[in-house]
């Protein structure tokens, strides 16, 4: 059954957008249906231009992403939230993008529908762990079945967390590993197959 995949992220330089991008590789390999969306900052430009790199980022990422939406998420059969860690939880940029989708939480509109989570830091121990876990919650409350990626693949003996992928940048900002990125493929593959065996139930 082909389904629709809501990815709706947010990534400030590079690396949470890299694992997003892998994720809908995944889920396209599974021939899922699938819409990349980036969520937007809310901090005025002088603390964007503050930070090196962050503003050229954001200006490339938001021609390439459109802003995510609470019809992308009423089309999705399955949506998989990714977010930087920001001590230790969700970033605000997406936060603002989950708050938005009190509407469809009141009618129920995404009841049953397959939910997912990944994440980076930019330190070792930077909290990825807890950041997933922390968009569990929210995840709950829409009424989404959560889909945690266990053991059930080899490439989880290598990277990610049972959670959700995960990467850490480091100082210099280096990407995700090759195993970081089969990790979010593999996470691509198994909502997809989720959402398709929960959307004949709803």
């Keep these: 059954m082909a389904i629709n995949l809501l ?4 990534s400030r330089l590079g690396s949470t957008e890299a694992l997003a991008n892998a994720v809908a590789t995944g889920a396209a390999e599974s021939g899922a249906s699938v819409r990349l969306r980036r969520a937007r900052e809310i901090v005025g430009a002088d603390v964007i231009q503050a930070v090196p790199g962050w ?7 938001n021609r390439l ?8 998420a009423e089309w999705a059969d399955g ?8 001590f230790g ?4 940029e ?3 993008y989950i ?4 509407g469809l939480w009141f009618t129920g509109k995404l009841n049953g529908k397959a939910g997912s989570v990944f994440t980076s830091s930019s330190s070792t121990h930077g909290g990825n762990e807890s950041t997933l876990t922390s968009l569990y919650h929210p995840l709950a409350h829409l009424g989404l079945i959560i889909v945690p990626l266990g053991y059930a693949d080899p490439v989880m003996f290598k990277a990610g967390t049972p959670y959700g992928a995960s990467s850490v940048s480091g100082a210099t900002n280096t990407k995700p590993t090759e195993d970081d990125l089969a990790v979010a493929r ?4 198994r909502v997809s197959h989720v959402a398709a065996s929960l959307a004949p139930t709803r």
Aim: proline letters at 10%; glycine letters at 8%.
């Design 89 to 92: 939880s969700i970033a605000s």
């Design 65 to 72: 992403y459109p802003a995510p939406t609470p019809e992308d």
């Design 99 to 102: 708050d938005s989708l009190g």
């Design 79 to 86: 949506i998989v939230f990714g977010t930087p860690t920001r």
């Design 55 to 61: 503003k050229d980022a954001a200006d490339r990422m």
């Design 94 to 96: 997406l936060k603002a």
């Design 186 to 189: 593999f996470q691509g593959r």
């Design 7 to 10: 990815i709706a992220f947010y």
